[in-house]
């Protein structure tokens, strides 16, 4: 028997009834109905993004020192 959470935040699409993982995922940028491409079964895939962000200084500290 499948048991859900097994595809719960995953890194591609994957079919909750024959396992088959989407490729193509990163194509997909909301969450809806879904067809398998493997059973062509229908199923909702729920989109989430994690965006984090960096930073690194441009500008030697030396050089505000010196103005």
Known sequence: MIDP???FMEDQIT????????????EIS???EFVCNN?????YVE???DVRYSSEPIEDED?????
């Open 47 to 49: 989109v989430q993004v």
């Open 63 to 67: 050089d505000d020192d010196e103005k």
């Open 30 to 32: 909301e969450s809806g």
């Open 15 to 26: 079919c909750p009834y024959c396992g088959h993982k989407e490729q193509d995922s990163w």
């Open 39 to 43: 059973c062509d079964k229908l199923f």
């Open 5 to 7: 959470s097994d595809y």
